[in-house]
């Protein structure tokens, strides 16, 4: 049976969580502000303490539940953000939790999870497998599971965010949410349609993995193909019964983009807000910046779902953005195999200002003929112009130049 989650309801949950759930800002952003064209705030939920908004839907399940639960224990599945919110709240009251999630969870998740005293299992290569899993221990150690969007105590907690924001923001116009379950969206869209009925509830999810879109599409729910995606956080390939319902009645737009606009985004937030988000963190900006939404002149607001992001997958967002920013530029260069062609070539290319990152030889495997080695160039610049510059300079001065393009 579906139930409804009402306004009242999430009232209710703000009272219950109050004083161990953060109301996390929403600054506005003149920068992201000018970049779009909309006026622009951003309600940080990778501030939660855990990193994410799942703490709201988690904390709002496990202060409801009767003492003879409590005694039992909870089990939940999780693609990282929900189960480390559960291990934390769990700890605090002193309910004994068992995780399970996926076996590529990022191990920024499962240690912290582990750490506050959670049972993780690894379990499966994706969400839904990692879901059957925890039913299984649900009925075989007589645990409470809890549900990681597909609950109306979840769902409550979650739209507590809008009872903020319409504080915070309060002639916005648009929020802009990411989607994977829908629990988030869900609760932001019935409290948020509930005081201020002309506000756009817009979702957005990967390409990769439009599971919400794909139901809403067919009229009900359907579960799309297993895919990769950096959006981790929102990597659900089956919506759930009241996720759904709530969408089809208070959503008013789904839309979806690329891995490369999430992680454009990723690097947009780190470099004009000095904020840390997830892939599933990032895509409400994604879809701004990108304009599958048009909300020009708008006040709108992104609301950052988590920041729970493995410091490896930053590095290397950080390194394909310099690259596609012109800002890195690896060129391969013909030189005579002769003593000091090297140091001619890099004094060219301090010539031109810019940096010389890492130099590579290949004599072997290369289109160089005898007598020649092709020289492979990691430079810093400041952009497609001194790119430009830095391969015209070498071509006046003799050299065949290539650029390695980013693919």
Request: proline residues 3%; hydrophobic residues 45%; contains cysteine.
């Amino acid at each position: 049976m579906i139930q409804s989650v009402t306004l009242d309801d999430i009232r209710a949950a703000e009272a219950r969580v109050k004083g161990l759930i953060a109301v996390t800002p929403c600054p506005y952003s003149e920068t992201l502000s000018v970049l779009t064209g909309s006026r622009v705030f951003v309600k940080l939920e990778n501030l939660q303490m855990t990193g994410s908004f799942k703490e709201r839907g988690a904390a709002n399940v496990l202060l409801a539940l009767g003492d003879e639960e409590r005694r039992r224990g909870v089990v939940t599945a999780s693609a990282g953000n929900h189960g480390l919110a559960v291990a934390f709240h769990a700890a605090h009251l002193g309910v004994r939790s068992v995780i399970v999630m996926p076996e590529w969870a990022p191990l920024t998740k499962v240690t912290a999870a582990r750490r506050h005293g959670a049972e993780v299992i690894l379990h499966g290569d994706n969400y839904d497998a990692s879901y059957e899993r925890a039913r299984e221990i649900e009925a075989e150690r007589g645990l409470v599971f809890i549900h990681p969007f597909d609950d109306p105590r979840v769902i409550a907690g979650q739209g507590t965010i809008a009872l903020e924001l319409a504080q915070q923001v309060p002639d916005l116009d648009a929020v802009i949410v990411p989607v994977g379950g829908g629990g988030l969206i869900g609760g932001v869209a019935v409290a948020l349609k509930a005081l201020k009925p002309a506000a756009r509830v817009i979702g957005v999810q990967s390409e990769e993995m439009p599971g919400m879109r794909a139901a809403l599409q067919a009229g009900e729910r359907v579960t799309v193909p297993a895919a990769a995606t950096i959006a981790d956080g929102i990597a659900v390939r089956r919506v759930g019964l009241h996720t759904l319902a709530l969408a089809q009645r208070f959503v008013d737009e789904i839309v979806t983009v690329s891995e490369e606009e999430i992680a454009n985004a990723i690097l947009l937030l780190l470099e004009i807000e000095r904020t840390v988000v997830e892939g599933a963190g990032a895509v409400a900006l994604a879809a701004l910046v990108n304009k599958p939404v048009a909300l020009e002149g708008k006040t709108t607001v992104l609301l950052l779902g988590g920041g729970n992001i493995d410091v490896n997958l930053i590095a290397r967002v950080i390194e394909r953005g310099l690259v596609k920013d012109g800002r890195i530029v690896r060129l391969t260069v013909l030189l005579r195999d002769r003593p000091g062609s090297l140091a001619r070539l890099t004094a060219l290319v301090a010539e031109t200002r810019a940096n010389v990152l890492h130099i590579g030889h290949d004599r072997a495997f290369s289109r160089a003929r005898l007598g020649e080695t092709e020289v492979e160039l990691t430079l810093e610049t400041s952009g497609r112009d001194h790119i430009d510059a830095v391969k015209r300079h070498l071509h006046e001065a003799g050299y065949t130049v290539e650029e390695v393009l980013h693919r």
